[in-house]
């Protein structure tokens, strides 16, 4: 069974204030006006002072002050044969296949066989989404979920689709292909990151991997 209850201890403030304070934090992350690679990870440090004041810890994100090698290397590759094997290969071309489009990906057309510019988004993909947005959708956003929602495996889920539809809003722009294969994503890490024990290091690594492979693909345009 997975469990949301850890990390919920340290928690002080009352639900709708938790509630509201959580919802602007998202937004904030999805929407306010700060430009790429700077806008999630200015609200990654805000969630993580926040959990910081309330626990002294940054445990109930995932960030555990002991790295566990071989879990995390398990974990690691399991959600990156998932992502870059089952839905690359395998749910991707069905979802294709069922809406008849493509998800699209024509922002990151410049890529193809430019080097420098490959590079440079590349090292803010790092930044930004390997690091900032599992910290924002899997340990902060994951974690307020399970203090505000009653105890339960069906909140356990609910959890878990929750933010992985909150994950797949700010990529929008990919179409409706892109935008389920997005949440898929994050359902999946959301799993990962309660079936692990909120082992965030995983998901960092994995999301690294996987964006590497996708930055590298779009450059050599395969």
């Given amino acids: 069974m997975i469990?949301?209850?850890?990390?919920?201890?340290?928690?002080?403030?009352?639900?709708?204030?938790r509630a509201l304070l959580t919802v602007a934090l998202m937004l904030g992350a999805m929407f306010a006006p700060i430009p790429f690679p700077f806008k999630v990870p200015t609200f990654a440090l805000v969630a993580l002072a926040w959990i910081w004041i309330e626990n002294r810890s940054l445990a109930p994100v995932g960030l555990q002050p002991s790295f566990r090698p071989r879990s995390t290397f398990l974990w690691t590759s399991l959600a990156v044969v998932g992502v870059v094997v089952v839905l690359g290969y395998l749910i991707n071309p069905a979802l294709e296949w069922m809406f008849s489009k493509e998800a699209d990906h024509s922002e990151y057309g410049p890529l193809y066989g430019n080097q420098e510019l490959a590079l440079k988004l590349w090292a803010s993909a790092l930044l930004s989404a390997a690091i900032a947005e599992e910290i924002i959708y899997r340990g902060f956003l994951?974690?307020?979920?399970?203090?505000?929602?009653?105890?339960?495996?069906?909140?356990e889920w609910i959890a878990i689709l929750i933010g992985g539809l909150a994950f797949a809003v700010p990529h929008y722009t990919q179409g409706v292909v892109g935008f389920i294969s997005i949440a898929l994503v994050g359902i999946f890490f959301g799993w990962i990151f309660f079936r692990s024990g909120r082992n965030l290091w995983c998901l960092f690594l994995a999301h690294a991997l996987i964006d590497t492979w996708g930055i590298y693909s779009l450059y050599r345009g395969w």
């Fill in 142 to 155: 994951l974690n307020q979920l399970s203090i505000l929602l009653p105890k339960g495996k069906a909140s």
């Fill in 3 to 17: 469990s949301i209850s850890s990390g919920a201890e340290g928690a002080s403030l009352n639900r709708p204030i």
